[in-house]
């Protein structure tokens, strides 16, 4: 039989400087895909040095325009190629793939974007931002099985009227053999992308806090954007200069030797769908502290066992301060992030998918497969969900 196709559009990809724990979770949804045996393309947009075409771990990428006419290119593609199933990822905008075809869409939501337009685009382009997101968007996929990855998310996007949701968590690899000692002076970590509504400062501002107290704290930050600059003048002026050591964006291995060296990871984002550094951070044995008001967070950190959930940037400051310093609650919390960590899998993600893409496929269900995800309805947004939870299609 022939493998049946499906085309996942996203607007980065995890080579692409400025990818990130959205771009990680689609690649190895596609990559568990094709295992389990769909032919799978995953389209992006291009950037400086990206190949036009690279293949994968069995998944066909597609490098295409920028970060705004990647959409263009996505739609295009879509019309042409007629892929079995297609998968719109939604960063804020989704492809708008449902003026091409009508069935076969699934979309999927890391989280909602409500907060962070305004902080990125402020005035009319982040009230439009948020329009097309909050209101056209759910009109044009009405009808189509929405995925997301928390029950946080899930919860914002039934605000929104959406009702179809399924709910397939991030997953998460074992951490590789240590690489490094853990430093020997307080040693804060943040990883992810350098943009506004990522809130760095916030760990920057609580690292001049510890150095009151702890004089060779550090902060070291991982990853890079179009944020850095600023970032690096918010450094400067508290002359921190010395305390805050920036790595840029690195490979996998150097990521995981850092997530060795840290004793806290801080997590100041204002918004989260999940939080897959925090699963990251837990296989190193190190907690994290975020705010429980960013969303997936208040799922992926095990307040209190794990870590530690805030709510302000005051108490974001004095909880980093904290664990620096008390080492028998930062012990504790380090050994119950490693208990629970590898509690996700990328595996179990994938035969998610494959269970929410076939359920409506024309392809023999497999029954060695788990259940499928939930079909969560806007009217019981809160229905438990504890173990991968099974999906249930309407007649």
Known sequence: MTAQRVLLLNWRDTTNPEGGGSERYVEEVAKGLATLGWSVTVLCAAYPGSPREACRDDVKYVYRGSKITVYLHG??????????????????????????????????????HEEQWQVVYPGWRGRLGWWLESRLAPRLYAGCTYVTVSSASREELARLGITDIALIHNGTDPAPPRQRPKASNPTVLCVGRVVPHKQLEHAVDAIRAARVVLPDAKLIVVGSGWWEDALRNYVADRGLDEAVEFRGHVSEDEKHAAYDEAWILALPSLKEGWGLVVGEAAGHGVPTVAY??????????????????VNCPSEFTAATVRLLQDAELGLRLSQGAAAGAGTFTWQAAARAFDQLLTATSSRTPRSAHPPAPESVRAAAPDRPSPTGPRRQRSS
Not at 79 to 97: E, K, Y
Not at 292 to 309: F, H, I, K, M, Y
């Open 75 to 112: 739609l295009f593609y879509t019309w042409l190629h007629r892929p079995d199933r297609v998968i719109d990822v939604q960063n804020g905008l989704p492809f708008f793939t449902r003026l091409v075809r009508r069935t076969g869409v699934f979309v999927l939501v890391h989280h909602v």
């Open 292 to 309: 429980r008001t960013a969303g997936g967070p208040t799922e992926s950190v095990n307040d209190g066992v794990a870590g530690v959930l």
